[in-house]
């Protein structure tokens, strides 16, 4: 299992909201690249990075995503998220050197996207982004309730040949009040690796998801606040 501690940005700063809710925001930090390099420094292996101004449809920070990526110099293994909607948003971030591109609102309102993407670019280097509420799907930064079940989604996109889920009940992200293991377990039954992210607040919680044989864990406010460092959030994972 791996552990990707989370760096959301948004005006050019670390951030963390919550529930999704722009209002809701905490700033952690002017310069994303330091954090990242911290997390290095800690131990960490990857790095789940998110665009919010992207994902809210307010601008984006692709250029300075770029500088993240490009200046960890391979220290990481970075996982790219928050509003990437189109083939053309897509690539360049491959291009840069994202390890991963996580498609989100786009694979439920764009359908057709996910087998043309996985085409140009590979199963290995996409995941799709789920984010939920009550087992319903979330979109456009979590403003929006499509109708959709989460299970139908997460089966549609496994048969158009996604192999990663991200999985977050957009209720419990950046509360502190423990990720929805059982909905991650649910869709990784559905024959995909899932990342559970939103809600872990301590290592008993990544002990749990290791212990439910997740793909993965994705934690923010929970290091940002120091309730556990990065290096014994992945000794816990390891273990």
């Avoid at 509003?83 to 897509?90: P, V």
């Avoid at 840069?96 to 694979?107: D, E, F, H, K, Y």
């Avoid at 996985?118 to 789920?130: D, M, N, Q, T």
């Avoid at 403003?143 to 079940?149: H, K, P, V």
Wanted: net charge negative; hydrophobic share 50%; proline share 3%.
């Amino acid at each position: 299992m791996i552990l990707l501690p989370a760096i959301d940005v948004r005006h050019g700063r670390v951030v963390r909201l919550s529930q999704g809710e722009a209002h809701r925001e905490t700033v952690y930090g002017d310069d994303p690249l330091a954090v990242a390099e911290r997390f290095a420094d800690e131990g960490a292996g990857w790095l789940h990075l998110v665009d919010l101004d992207r994902a809210f449809g307010d601008g984006d920070n692709a250029a300075l995503l770029g500088r993240v990526i490009a200046g960890l110099g391979g220290r990481l293994r970075v996982q790219v998220g928050g509003g990437f909607r189109t083939l053309e948003a897509i690539e360049p971030m491959l291009d840069l050197g994202a390890a991963r591109v996580v498609i989100g609102t786009a694979a439920v309102r764009s359908p057709e996207l996910v087998p043309a993407a996985v085409a140009r670019a590979g199963s290995g280097r996409l995941a799709v982004g789920i984010d939920a509420r009550a087992g319903m799907v979330a979109i456009r930064g979590w403003r929006e309730e499509t109708g959709e079940r989460a299970a139908d989604v997460a089966a549609r996109v496994i048969a158009q040949g996604i192999r990663t889920l991200v999985y977050t009940d957009v209720t419990r992200d950046g509360m502190l009040e423990g990720p929805d293991l059982a909905g991650a377990a649910a869709l990784q039954a559905l024959g995909a690796d899932v990342i559970a992210s939103g809600g872990v607040a301590s290592l008993e919680d990544l002990r749990r998801a290791r212990d439910a044989g997740l793909a993965g864990a994705i934690v923010g406010r929970a290091i940002y606040e120091g309730r556990f460092t990065v290096g014994a959030a992945v000794a816990a994972v390891s273990a």
